[in-house]
């Protein structure tokens, strides 16, 4: 969903269900876009990344979607735990330039 | 948090007094970065450092100052602080191989009253 004023997106699903996280981003001429899980108290953390002349990558329990023709990004995590319970964001980066974050969505897993 | 040392980790002062935020690293990365986040508007950057004495401005620059003496130590400087600045302050080093990986501090969170 689309964030309103200060309150951040979120997605609630149950434990052991597939989720989506999706983030619309800005600059058709990002090189990068990464995936940044950031739990309660603590710092953003790595979680992947996708080049921008790919359209899927896959990790170990997720997989990055990117759509260039509507500048959009996703992040689907297999079977949802409660450990994945985080804020998500999403970033685009030019090479050799910064990275810059979308306001992130905030998902909840319920056991 | 990958060898990431932000003090302190809490602070809460007045308007108008400074105030100054350590970052400590020991992967001995190049690059160091000073964010802040606040709700509704996810990581700005304020400034970074691709070596010692190189900074340079971010997004979010104003009325922030950084130095870096050292390769391992980035201090952020909020000269006179004002309530605007009360916000969770996070450092990040980086190596800038392709891909670049931002590796995070725990945060600082500073309350200007």
């Known amino acids: 969903g689309e964030s309103v004023g200060l309150h951040l997106p979120t997605l609630s699903v149950q434990e052991g269900d597939n989720s989506i996280i999706n983030c619309a981003y800005s600059?058709?001429?990002?090189?990068?876009f990464i995936w940044y899980k950031q739990e309660s108290g603590k710092g953003p953390q790595f979680i992947i990344d996708?080049?921008?002349?790919?359209d899927k990558r896959q990790g170990q329990r997720v997989t990055v979607l990117l759509n260039k023709t509507v500048k959009h990004l996703s992040l689907q995590i297999a079977a949802t735990q409660p450990g994945d319970s985080a804020v998500y964001f999403c970033?685009?980066?030019?090479?050799?330039?910064?990275?810059?974050f979308g306001p992130g969505t905030s998902l909840s897993v319920i056991p | 948090d990958a060898g990431i040392t932000q003090s302190p980790r809490h602070k809460v002062t007045e308007t108008g007094t400074p105030v100054t935020l350590r970052c400590h690293q020991t992967?001995?990365?190049?690059?160091m970065y000073w964010y802040r986040q606040d709700p509704g508007h996810g990581l700005r950057l304020i400034h970074y450092?691709?070596?010692?004495?190189?900074?340079d401005k971010g997004e979010v620059s104003d009325g922030y100052s950084v130095s870096r003496s050292k390769t391992e130590d980035f201090l952020l400087t909020l000269e006179s602080a004002t309530s605007s600045q009360t916000s969770v302050y996070f450092c990040?080093?980086?190596?800038?191989?392709?891909?670049?990986?931002?590796?995070f501090g725990s945060g600082t969170q500073l309350s200007v009253l």
């Open positions: 990040a080093i980086s190596e800038r191989v392709v891909p670049e990986k931002l590796f």
């Open positions: 600059n058709s001429a990002s090189d990068y």
């Open positions: 996708i080049r921008s002349n790919m």
């Open positions: 970033a685009e980066k030019k090479l050799y330039d910064k990275v810059i």
């Open positions: 992967e001995n990365h190049r690059y």
């Open positions: 450092s691709y070596g010692v004495k190189d900074t």
